[in-house]
């Protein structure tokens, strides 16, 4: 039985298979509507989401199957002081997959131990995103054409943001890309992003926290939000979350065919101005999260 806690969980050969299925997916959807007949997804949210559980839903429902589970810790026993561990073993009997996220970091790892289904890690605190992650790979492939040979730079909450942990962690198995970290010296990247991904894999990359100065060498530039809800200080929070403020000014350096990609939500690090430039291409993003996750559904429940 195969999970998907960490983007590492596929091989570079396994992710380009998820990938094309999702294109496919995008295209011929109609081919794929009775897929997972008489299959239950669980999404058990122990944290808010609107893009990662609706989409599972979405692309549960759209495969032919039914959903179940709850959005919210304190409408589950966990506010009564249930152990993930006890969850999962008893929405195992409910359920032939089960779709989680959790404020703890090893959370879904944990949950695997105990789950006679397949677990998929929907966000696990400031660690893993690998759903994102398949949804930010087809983005860039649907823009660019190629996984391999370009510059991306990772702007904002790089210290928090799980997206960019997973999407680093899938970028190293790839050729020729270099990574330039955009954010305040607060904000920066985890050591262990550096030494046990980057570092280990080659990868070149470079740190800066001046955004105006990077964006001309970019051929994407991933945004991301200051997550309030990892800080410990409100001040803080407060001193740090203006850092970065993406403009139509600001693109006018940056190259004409730049892809902008951003997991959201947003709060206001993209000026919706920007939403009409060609080049943002953050809800196209959104529309290839149910691909991607109709293909990973399939492919865990074995389904051809
Ligand atoms: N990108 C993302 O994870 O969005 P949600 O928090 O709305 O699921």
Do not use: W
């Not at 410990?232 to 006018?252: A, C, N, W």
């Not at 690090?269 to 399939?298: H, T, W």
């Amino acid at each position: 039985m195969k999970n998907l806690l960490s983007i590492t969980d596929f091989s570079v050969a396994e992710i380009d298979e998820l990938l094309e299925v999702a294109s496919d997916i995008s295209v011929n959807g109609e081919k794929y509507a009775e897929k997972c007949k008489n299959k239950i997804l669980a999404t058990l949210f122990f944290e808010p989401s609107t893009r990662t559980r609706l989409s599972f839903e979405s692309a549960m429902l759209s495969l032919g199957g039914k959903t179940l589970g709850f959005s919210d810790a304190n409408s589950s026993s966990s506010s009564k002081g249930e152990s993930v561990s006890d969850t999962i073993r008893v929405v195992s009997c409910y359920s032939d997959i089960i779709a989680m996220r959790h404020p703890k970091e090893g959370a879904p790892l944990v949950a695997s131990m105990s789950s006679t289904v397949p677990i998929i890690n929907a966000g696990d605190g400031g660690h893993n995103h690998p759903t994102q992650t398949l949804t930010d790979l087809l983005t860039i492939k649907t823009e660019k054409g190629k996984l391999d040979d370009f510059v991306i730079g990772f702007c904002g909450d790089l210290k928090f943001g799980r997206t960019v942990h997973s999407l680093i962690d899938a970028l190293a198995m790839r050729k020729g890309i270099k990574v330039v970290l955009i954010s305040p010296e607060e904000l920066k990247v985890p050591d262990y992003v550096k030494t046990d991904v980057m570092d280990k894999h080659g990868m070149e990359y470079e740190e800066t926290t001046d955004l105006e100065k990077a964006l001309p060498k970019l051929d994407v530039l991933y945004m991301t939000r200051v997550q309030q809800e990892r800080f410990f200080s409100e001040d803080e929070y407060l001193r740090l979350r203006d850092s970065y403020i993406l403009t139509l000014d600001k693109l006018q350096n940056a190259k004409k065919d730049m892809s902008i990609l951003h997991p959201l939500p947003r709060v206001n690090e993209i000026s919706v101005d920007v939403d009409k430039d060609p080049r943002a291409c953050y809800f196209k993003q959104v529309q290839n999260g149910k691909y991607v996750r109709m293909a990973l559904i399939m492919k865990l429940l074995g389904v051809k």
